[in-house]
T-cell receptor, first 111, second 114 residues
Framework: DAKTTQPPSMDCAEGRAANLPCNHSTISGNEYVYWYRQIHSQGPQYIIH???NNETNEMASLIITEDRKSSTLILPHATLRDTAVYYC????????????FGTGTRLQVTL | DTEVTQTPKHLVMGMTNKKSLKCEQHMGHRAMYWYKQKAKKPPELMFV???????INESVPSRFSPECPNSSLLNLHLHALQPEDSALYLC?????????????FGPGTRLTVT
């Protein structure tokens, strides 16, 4: 599995967009980028995934660079409830479901 | 219903005790998982069950014994634990045991070993 690198922490003002980067420079052609988050004292929650095109759902947008070496998770209007640790995971979708969570980015949304 | 439930929420046990953690889902998922999470660390996979059979054991010590009695239930039997086993134990399920299927996590059981 490709290794991912994320900043340990970020701050964002409520109502502003939160842009969370992930570096995955060794990603292979058939690996997807998956994002999960973990709000304090809860289990992780799936957010979004993508291969190479930009993806959007009701929670977030995922922008993957053309060379696929990095991606950005965008929460368009962050709220206090988005304060959490965000994990970027790179995996081949058809492989055994062994999610390896890295250290993630702790996002603090403030008033 | 996209809920995974876990009981108990908290558990304190001595090193000589035997206890069990329980996990339940009613989403018709055929894959279930146990993760362990130490404080301020990411979750670490322990076991994966696929169609009620153990498919992955991440070299977990035998004092942790998983059991999947049916497709909705997953247990983790604990015996002779050490204080360093104190952690949050998370259960998850997915439609099938492949990465492409979203994992749904329960709230976890916070275990303290004294």
């Amino acid at each position: 599995d490709a290794k991912t690198t994320q900043p340990p922490s970020m701050d964002c003002a409520e109502g502003r967009a939160a842009n969370l980067p992930c570096n995955h420079s060794t990603i292979s052609g058939n690996e997807y980028v998956y994002w999960y988050r973990q709000i304090h004292s809860q289990g992780p929650q799936y957010i979004i995934h993508g291969l190479k095109n930009n993806e959007t759902n009701e929670m977030a947008s995922l922008i993957i660079t053309e060379d696929r070496k990095s991606s950005t998770l965008i929460l368009p209007h962050a709220t206090l409830r988005d304060t959490a640790v965000y994990y970027c995971i790179v995996r081949v979708p058809g492989t055994a479901s062994k999610l390896t969570f890295g250290t993630g980015t702790r996002l603090q949304v403030t008033l | 219903d996209t809920e995974v439930t876990q009981t108990p929420k908290h558990l304190v046990m001595g090193m000589t005790n035997k206890k069990s953690l329980k996990c339940e889902q009613h989403m018709g998922h055929r894959a279930m998982y146990w993760y362990k999470q130490k404080a301020k660390k990411p979750p670490e996979l322990m076991f994966v069950y696929s169609y009620e059979k153990l498919s992955i054991n991440e070299s977990v010590p035998s004092r942790f014994s998983p059991e999947c009695p049916n497709s909705s239930l997953l247990n983790l039997h604990l015996h002779a634990l050490q204080p360093e086993d104190s952690a949050l134990y998370l259960c998850a399920s997915s439609q099938f045991a492949l990465v492409r299927y979203e994992q749904y996590f329960g709230p976890g059981t916070r275990l303290t070993v004294t």
